[in-house]
């Protein structure tokens, strides 16, 4: 059985990764597994004036602590939000560096069918820059056009908490309907049904590398 320790997540903005894969976080955390996080953009230009351009920074070093992840282990880039295809070529050399610096057994990446143009990119580098390593795409529905439920990471009640938890950290977003509460738990209750447990996380399987 694939059981890997070393675990990375790239997410194109901050909040991407605990929206796709945030109970999965915190139950590799509580496993004591080694998790990273990338986040590539600070998203300063899309705040509301009247909020500190680091908001989406400090929120997220939040939100990521609360799942369990160290705060050595938060790597953030601030490239601008929406530009990454006019850096595709440099994001790819920071993917191609991440990946001889941190050496994962999996990395999470947004889902092929995501329509975000960022999102595309950080999908399409991170095939190239892992191409020996176990790929899985979260999902985003309110950015996927379609979704193949290949794999799935079951989730206890505090692992979807924590999920929970970490979300209501980006207070700077409440107002967008995915942040809604409901929304993570009916999805989780769903993905759960489909394999068997209360509650899970379904994924994309895009490379499987035996050990």
């Known amino acids: 059985m694939f059981n890997p320790n070393k675990i990375l997540i790239l997410a194109p903005h901050t909040d991407d990764g605990e929206l796709g894969c945030g109970g999965s976080i915190a139950k ?7 998790v990273y996080y990338v986040a590539f953009c600070l998203c300063s230009a899309s705040l509301p004036t ?31 939000v929406r530009q990454l295809p006019a850096v595709r070529q440099q994001i790819l050399e920071e993917l191609l560096q991440l990946n001889k610096k941190i050496n994962p057994d999996l990395v999470f990446l947004p889902a092929v069918s995501d329509v975000h143009q960022d999102h595309h990119v950080i999908h399409q580098e991170g095939l190239r820059a892992f191409k020996n390593t176990t790929l899985a795409g979260y999902e985003l529905p309110w950015n996927n056009y379609s979704f193949h439920t290949h794999f799935f990471i079951p989730l206890s009640a505090d692992h979807l908490n924590k999920k929970v938890e970490s979300l209501k950290a980006y207070q700077s977003q409440s ?18 049904v489909q394999c068997n447990s209360a509650y899970a996380e379904a994924f994309e399987i895009y490379r499987l590398m035996g050990s």
């Open 28 to 34: 590799f955390c509580a496993e004591g597994k080694e």
């Open 50 to 80: 009247h909020l500190p351009s680091d908001t989406l920074e400090q929120e997220c070093k939040k939100a990521t602590a609360s799942l369990g992840i160290p705060a050595s282990n938060l790597i953030l880039f601030n490239y601008e």
């Open 175 to 192: 107002h967008r309907s995915y942040m809604n509460e409901n929304f993570t738990r009916s999805l989780a209750t769903v993905r759960g």
